[in-house]
């Protein structure tokens, strides 16, 4: 589908340096990373000049005037991006790297013509790939203010479906790999392109509802983590009032993981902590605000589970549906550990499309999925 990068930035035509000797520094203005004109989606940390990420799927915009455009920036561990250069989100990147690198200048843009331009930069890997810092722009030209910003947005709340674990492998046998993992081709960011909206994700790989995946850390699992600023730290805590956007509308894709071996949740347990996600939602957006809830093919009981939640909760404006086990191609749909594939999400994507339009009056059209 796109091309295949090698993780080397050189390679990439992504010019890498620590230094700005290439350029007279008379040429070169310096934007803080928190300026107000650019323009940020998803859950990020401003402490002074910086802003500071890690969950899937953040993004940002940079409007600015003259032909380059360079970040100075740190990465923890290995984290992969999207870039676009002039030009909206869509499946396929003008280009996809890593830094994995403290205090490296990366050029997102050089040699282009003059007047106005605008690059997007969208951090495709989760948490556990590592924390982005972004310490400053540099631009030839002026900064200008962002505006980008759309008037639909959707929050998604998920495991590893949501963060695109495995949607870029070929094969369902495959193993993880940081590169394969692409929150760009879920059914989320589907979705999102859809109804012509921004989006962001609250998403970590392995996460239940009161079970995580083979009851990996016990007694902390999606409605404690919904409650952070970053993905990997319990604080300091997200403070919603804060954001720079409202969701309109909240998907809630998550309980694969509570039942993904034979120790499984007691329904009291995962009503209970559902709810707990529902209210929190509410809190944080107001009671007005149009939650579905999603439930796999995960285990029979999942469904029922997650209606009785809704249900006991009295909460209005909450729907909820079910993925059959007959949404997916086992053999076409499946990429790395038997995770949907970007044809898969697809699939998943045009099952909730339907749900969304009748909670949000957003009307329907006649396009692909994609």
Same mark, same amino acid.
């Given at each position: ?18 230094? +700005?000797? $290439?350029?007279?520094? %008379? /040429? ?6 928190? #300026? &107000?004109?650019?323009?940020?989606? =998803? ?100 900064? +200008?203010? $962002?505006?980008?910003? %759309? /008037? ?6 998920? #495991? &590893?479906?949501?963060?695109?674990? =495995? ?100 329904? +009291? ?102």
């Amino acid at each position: 589908m796109r091309k295949t990068f090698c993780i080397f930035l050189a390679v990439l035509g992504l010019a890498v340096s620590t230094d +700005l000797s $290439a350029r007279k520094a %008379k /040429e070169l203005i310096n934007t803080p990373a928190s #300026d &107000s004109r650019i323009e940020y989606t =998803g859950r990020t940390l401003v402490n002074g000049d910086e802003v500071t990420y890690d969950w899937s799927g953040v993004y940002f915009r940079v409007k600015f005037d003259g032909p380059y455009l360079a970040m100075k920036c740190s990465d923890t561990r290995n984290c992969w991006f999207n870039l676009w250069v002039d030009k909206e989100m869509s499946p396929e990147a003008d280009k996809v790297f890593m830094v994995g690198a403290q205090d490296t200048l990366v050029v997102l843009a050089e040699g282009l013509g003059k007047g106005e331009h605008e690059v997007i930069l969208q951090k495709r890997t989760e948490g556990e790939q590592g924390r982005f810092t972004i310490h400053n722009f540099v631009t030839e030209g002026e900064v +200008l203010q $962002a505006q980008g910003r %759309k /008037e639909r947005h959707i929050e998604f709340i998920g #495991d &590893s479906y949501t963060c695109g674990y =495995g949607t870029e492998s070929g094969d369902k046998n495959d193993p993880f790999l940081a590169e394969t993992e692409n929150c760009n081709l879920t059914y989320a960011a589907i979705t999102a392109r859809y109804f012509g909206a921004d989006f962001n994700l609250v998403s970590h790989s392995g996460q239940g509802i009161a079970r995580n995946y083979d009851n990996f850390g016990p007694g902390y699992h999606m409605p404690h983590r919904y409650t952070q600023t970053f993905n990997t730290e319990k604080e300091p805590l997200w403070d919603a009032s804060q954001a720079a956007y409202t969701p309109d509308m909240v998907v809630i894709y998550l309980g694969t993981n509570d039942f993904s071996t034979s120790q499984q949740p007691s329904e +009291l347990s995962f009503r209970n902590n559902y709810i707990t996600l529902l209210k929190r939602i509410k809190e944080n957006y107001g009671a007005g605000i149009p939650i579905l809830c999603m439930a796999s093919p995960a285990d029979p009981y999942l469904y029922d589970y997650i209606r009785n939640a809704v249900v006991v909760s009295g909460l209005t404006n909450v729907a909820y549906m079910a993925v059959s086990n007959q949404a997916h191609n086992y053999e076409d749909d499946l990429g790395a550990s038997w995770h949907p594939n970007y044809q898969g999400h697809k699939k998943v994507a045009s099952c909730m499309i339907p749900y969304i339009s009748t909670l949000t009056g957003w009307k329907m059209e006649e396009k692909p999925y994609k």
